[in-house]
């Protein structure tokens, strides 16, 4: 690798780093692109280029969450006790399919994913879009703890199928169906992908009979892709949490559900190319 490819994940990096901040998905959206393209250039292709894609964006994803996390806590919009409550499901679900996957228990089926995702996220973005008067009615108390906890059982399995940290579904989610303000469900979302991450970042860590791309390599994390993608989440996830707190709740909805919109005409792009 050059300097200029270095320049380049630094750049998705930053990218990745702000939309993380304000809008609490993650980041993955924007890691998976340089992730997928310079695995590809190391010469990682068929399943292999999954497990590497996952492992990678989520080692990534670990560091944004916390520094977001961080920055949420220091202008006192963290709810310790909800995320709890959406992480613990999360983890079991995150740990068995990210070892079903690691361990081939199942073919990792693309096509099938990606009309589940859609099929799920469709219907969230369009009220999102148009239900304007019902978005603004919020409720000022928090959901059961046992919605909070089918949402994170939910959220893990989308973290461990597709590396995009789990928020894209869980702040939707959070905002149109269990009524929280999205600035309140950004904040739990944050909270809780680090935790989901690091149970599926483990288990790649510790995998055995890896392909070896690089010296600079423990399991399946590539240092050289994920060191620049970090420094450049340091810099802008703080500078998107600001962001979010100076909006008002309404803008962030659009902007969010813009941003998914985006993710699910790439991804319907993507199945015409699989089917």
């Known amino acids: 690798m050059l300097i200029d ?11 990745g780093g702000f939309v993380s901040g304000l809008l609490g998905v993650g980041g993955g959206l924007l890691f998976i692109p340089a992730l997928e393209f310079y695995l590809k250039k190391m010469g990682v292709y068929d399943v292999d280029i999954v497990k590497f894609i996952l492992a990678n964006s989520l080692f990534v994803i670990i560091f944004s969450g916390i520094i977001i996390t961080y920055k949420q806590i220091k202008i006192n919009n963290f709810y310790l006790k909800q995320v709890i409550q959406a992480t613990w499901t999360g983890v079991v679900s995150t740990a068995i399919m990210t070892y079903a996957i690691e361990d081939g228990w199942f073919l990792y089926d693309k096509r099938m994913f ?8 469709a219907p969230l973005v369009f009220r999102m879009f148009f239900d ?20 994170g059982f939910f959220t893990g399995i989308v973290t461990s199928i597709s590396g995009l940290g789990g928020g894209i579904v869980m702040v939707p989610v959070f905002t149109n169906l269990l ?14 992908i680090p935790i989901l991450a690091i149970a599926n970042v483990l288990l790649y860590i510790f995998a055995k009979n890896i392909q070896q791309v690089h010296n600079l390599q423990t399991g399946y994390i590539v240092y050289p892709l994920v060191l620049p993608l970090i420094m450049g989440v340091f810099v802008t996830a703080p500078i998107g949490v600001q962001a979010a707190k100076t909006m008002k ?12 919109s985006i993710i699910m005409i790439v991804k319907v792009l993507q199945l015409n190319d699989i089917l």
């Open 5 to 15: 490819d270095y320049i380049i994940i630094l750049v998705f990096g930053l990218l």
């Open 114 to 121: 990606t009309l589940v995702f859609l099929s799920m996220l």
């Open 132 to 151: 304007k008067q019902r978005n603004e009615i919020e409720s000022s108390n928090f959901p059961s703890p046992v919605k909070m906890g089918i949402t």
């Open 179 to 192: 009524k929280i303000n999205i600035k309140k469900a950004t904040s739990i979302s944050t909270g809780v």
């Open 249 to 260: 709740p309404f803008t962030l909805k659009i902007i969010f559900a813009s941003v998914i």
